[in-house]
């Protein structure tokens, strides 16, 4: 079985995130303060802070949008191990 | 240059924010939300209130200015529209900021004495070195002064003015959540912009280095004089016992907003404000120059 196989998949709830178009908000949660820890389907958008969240896990290579700030990120591994978002210009 | 924006129209705009954040606001909170008591009673923090307020009106005016005047200087239409709508976010911002003032006891008829008095001098500077690149049509520079620099630095300002206020006054902190959320897009506007026009173009890297030198002074220097005014710890614990009140709790960047001296806000604030602001420059690919005063 691939790893690509092998991704969980979440079912995403509204999280009350109102700041993009209601058939988006599901996509996205705000940061609940410094102890708030990223599930492995959500990525930090380091633009304007907001989580960005997906339908699956998350994999460096892996492409998402924030749409409150429009912001095209790209999943990648940092120095920590953990995944990281860079902004693709 | 402009890929970003996609996704982006008015339809998109009207559904995030009238249909989203600012639905059921009235001036940017909630129906039947007032100023504390406390803070309506106490004159020290009325004034203090009052004095903040007239900052906010006063950078939102030239960034309405700014942005409006951005939409004729810019290269593309997909630009041109997303300016008109940060226009309005502007305009906005100008009008929930300025009914505040009124809300906290300023008459209309002294709104502009108020204002002139009270507004910090470095942030005029600010506004009149933006907006004379504005005149000039000077797109570039229009977006590194306003998205990046100005907004890009009040961001930081507005999410601490924001945590401080959830407890003690959720009227100014519900009008604070809709113009942070305002921020977003304009602060995403500028890297993305100005990120993508590095890319494509790594011969304007100086230049806009440039402009970020010769922008950001004031706004650090407007940041760094605004917490030398307003009362200090030991001013609001006496009025706290006199009153029987006790101190919120809130907290950003570990620090207790609510019992924090000048010296710790103005260190938090710089650490995060330029800490921040450097990176999102490194993203851009602009190493940050320090400002020299002028």
Redesign the interface.
């Known amino acids: 079985m691939s790893q690509q196989q092998k991704r969980r998949r979440y079912e995403l709830d509204d999280r009350g995130f109102n700041e993009v178009p209601q058939k988006y908000r599901k996509y996205y949660r705000r940061r609940e303060g410094p102890d708030d820890e990223l599930a492995p389907n959500e990525i930090l958008c380091p633009v304007c802070k907001i989580i960005v969240r997906s339908n699956r896990e998350l994999r460096p290579g892996d492409r998402v949008y924030c749409m409150a700030c429009l912001t095209r990120l790209r999943i990648a591994e940092g120095a920590d191990g953990k995944l990281e978002a860079e902004v693709e210009y | 240059m402009t890929?970003?924006?996609k996704?982006?129209d008015i339809q998109?705009w009207l559904?995030?924010t009238a249909?989203?954040?600012l639905?059921n606001t009235e001036y940017g909170h909630l129906a039947g939300e007032r100023e504390p008591d406390l803070l309506m009673e106490e004159d020290t923090f009325r004034e203090e209130s009052i004095s903040t307020t007239v900052q906010l009106v006063m950078g939102e005016r030239c960034a309405l200015a700014a942005s409006s005047g951005l939409i004729n200087a810019a290269p593309d239409e997909a630009s041109k529209r997303f300016l008109a709508t940060q226009t309005l976010d502007e305009a906005r911002h100008v009008e929930v900021f300025t009914q505040r003032l009124y809300d906290l006891g300023v008459k209309q008829n002294e709104l502009e004495d108020v204002l002139n008095d009270r507004v910090d001098p470095n942030l005029v500077k600010f506004a009149e070195a933006l907006l004379e690149k504005v005149d000039k049509k000077d797109f570039v520079a229009g977006v590194v002064g306003q998205n990046i620099v100005l907004e890009g630095m009040a961001f930081c300002v507005f999410e601490m003015l924001h945590e401080s206020s959830v407890a003690t006054n959720p009227k100014f902190a519900h009008i604070l959540s809709g113009t942070i959320?305002d921020e977003?897009?304009h602060?995403?506007?500028g890297?993305?912009r100005i990120?993508?026009l590095?890319?494509q173009h790594p011969e304007r890297k100086a230049d806009v280095e440039k402009l970020q030198k010769d922008m950001t002074y004031h706004m650090l220097a407007t940041f760094g004089s605004q917490f030398t005014q307003g009362p200090s710890p030991e001013e609001v614990d006496k009025i706290m016992a006199k009153r029987g009140v006790e101190h919120s709790e809130a907290e950003w960047q570990g620090v207790k907003l609510n019992r924090a001296s000048t010296e710790e806000l103005e260190a938090v604030l710089s650490d995060t404000i330029l800490k921040e602001f450097k990176?999102?420059l490194g993203?851009?690919g602009i190493e940050y120059q320090s400002p020299a005063r002028p």
């Open positions: 890929d970003f924006l996704g982006y998109y559904e995030s249909q989203g954040y639905e959320a977003r897009r602060v995403g506007f890297e993305n990120g993508s590095i890319q990176v999102r993203r851009i």
